[in-house]
């Protein structure tokens, strides 16, 4: 079986439709996968992906498949947010801030919420929120190709996606505090020794021993692995709900300040590499 | 001086009934030394040694000794849980889960409870319980020949042992998940890159360099090891035992599944190589 | 601009007089620079020393410098606290354990409310205090001549610093008692693979490129850097002042032991190399 959100309103069944939806969601062998694809736009996220993202996990928590996996079309994982979403508001930045920080809270509530694995396939550079989030996976397996890279900083910005709470505890401070404060940008084998990336492969072998590990998987007892992932996430359910708030409060007030403003029109404008 | 726990009733004093106990407890130069006893099994720990490792640890917390290790004999440390311990009840799945959830939560609460520096001295594969309790140690010793394997979700089961709450603390959710929900099995490297483990050694030098360092660390002033190591314990004491509650609760539920009757069923049979 | 604090009351602006301050405090290009500077002593941390670094933090949360950066004149990063903090106080041990009991919950309260990005330039080996206190920095850069060492117990004493709550936090239960019940000596790689240390350098490279960072890390966006600190540090900082307290309670009382004051009165007589 095969479903698809589009990222454009209702998208035809047509190859080219495909094309330019912003995710893509299919299932098969027990696994939902959800790809980011805007690989023109190397997978950066739109409000509607956002929103589509949301609706693909909601739909996989009560369907029959056992694993979510997450991977990028293209060369990108994914770029994170979409500075447009800020820059094209037709209401200007004081809306896009409060429509971000709403998104971007249920956003991130839906996968604390998700209930069963969830994988991320890290298949080349993560930017932003598309890094902050793999703290709230359950694996997370990189090609050698994949950078990690959150310039909160850098853009006047501050971590999301709970980022604040599980990088720490997984990296110690001394090591969360360089990525989310200092911007600096991790090799796959960095990532893999602080606890962000569960195993790193080459680019060459990556996708045949990924998948064919997750397939093996997908063929566990699905009860077992749901029910020791709740175990696991009740430990802090509550906490981590409560760091999403307080993050997003955090967000939007920083999305209306000059360094912020300052730092996203000079992005826009000078379009430098990340 | 010396002391044993029979796992077997009153054991004797000679050689030969020593051989049948489930665990070996003796004490010198400062060190209590429990040793999973029953290497033709794999020392896989039945009922009767969960009830003997409990009353071998309340002595070793009130009397002279500094510090106590877990050791195993021959070539495994533990193969864990004894599965015999269900499918030999006499009153069937239902009387061995109320019985193993009751046996399970006092044992684990008494290595969350216990007061003085605690070493496990791994000398060969671990598995189950024997992995998830390392949480719960001080110092984790390994042989180059050890290997770390909780293999719940294929056994239809949950982890126990605090593992829900000290695995993700300790390694990250994303390495934490692969051993805890896809029961990835690791080498003694990966379990010390992953900080489940303080230390590998060549298996040659192996029992000689970790008892060395063990005589000495047993030298220091016991007092402030007591006390220090109370005051590390005190930040989550209350959060452990809450874990421990609902892992056997939890754990209750998982055994009278059909998702594990079968898989233990079925591994009993077929006695598959874990 | 640059202001110093002394040790040793008010100290001229020649340049003997600014050899005999305990600590250093200058200020230049967005960063404000603390220097234990007692090489002759290896940087032992006297009750002076203490009160002039809790003033010159206050004065760095407040003024427009962006990042506060701690070294080490000499070879050591610092040894510590000074023994003689005990030995020499008038009113014997029971006065200065009360004193330092006072002292050190003020400074380490300083170091968890202080609110910009603080980081560790680590030159040499680390010792007690100076080590523990890492774990409330937001970056430590060592050397590889650095080594961290944490000899509570053979001195009688106990972890300070949060240390019993951010070394296990850190790096597992398994690896913060190797440190902080056992005394185990760091080398600046085994530090950086357990969390305590962001990233080592060859000495000989060691302040150009640590440097060079810093001054590209003290231009960002100021605002964003401290919200995003204040956004991690929330997460924990009631737990925090909770442990400092806890901690230094415990400590008190170790000072007043028979334990501790034999192994003080022991080191100062026999000073052995730590």
């Known amino acids: 079986s095969s479903s698809e959100a589009s990222s454009q309103g209702k998208g035809g069944a047509d190859g080219k439709a495909q094309e330019s939806k912003g995710i893509l969601v299919t299932s098969e062998g027990g696994i939902t996968k ?138 110690g401070s001394a090591k969360a505090a360089e990525m989310l404060l200092f911007g600096k940008k991790l090799t796959a084998r960095e990532a893999w020794a602080q606890g962000l990336v569960t195993e790193v492969f080459p680019e060459s072998t990556f996708e045949t021993e990924v998948w064919t590990r997750l397939k093996t998987y997908a063929k566990l007892p699905p009860n077992s692995m749901r029910i020791s992932k709740e175990l696991i996430r009740k430990n802090e359910k509550e906490k981590l709900h409560a760091v999403n708030e307080e993050e997003c409060t955090t967000l939007r007030a920083r999305w209306l300040s000059e360094e912020c403003i300052n730092a996203i029109m000079s992005f826009v404008t000078r379009k430098p590499k990340l």
Chains 1, 2, 3 share one sequence.
């Open 34 to 171: 959800i790809t980011f694809n805007r690989p023109s736009k190397k997978n950066a996220i739109t409000f509607q992906m956002y929103q589509d993202i949301i609706l693909a996990l909601k739909n996989a928590s009560t369907d029959d498949t056992v694993i979510t996996v997450f991977t990028g079309a293209g060369d990108y994982y994914s770029s994170g947010n979409d500075l447009t979403n800020f820059t094209s508001a037709s209401g200007g930045m004081e809306e896009a801030a409060n429509k971000g920080a709403i998104v971007l809270r249920e956003f991130v509530n839906t996968f604390i919420d998700f209930p069963k694995p969830l994988v991320a396939v890290v298949n080349g550079p993560a930017v932003g929120i598309s890094v902050t989030l793999l703290g709230l996976f359950d694996a997370v397996y990189a090609s050698d190709r994949a950078t990690f890279h959150t310039p909160f900083s850098h853009l006047g910005q501050s971590p999301e996606a709970c980022s604040s709470y599980t990088f720490p505890k997984m990296m």
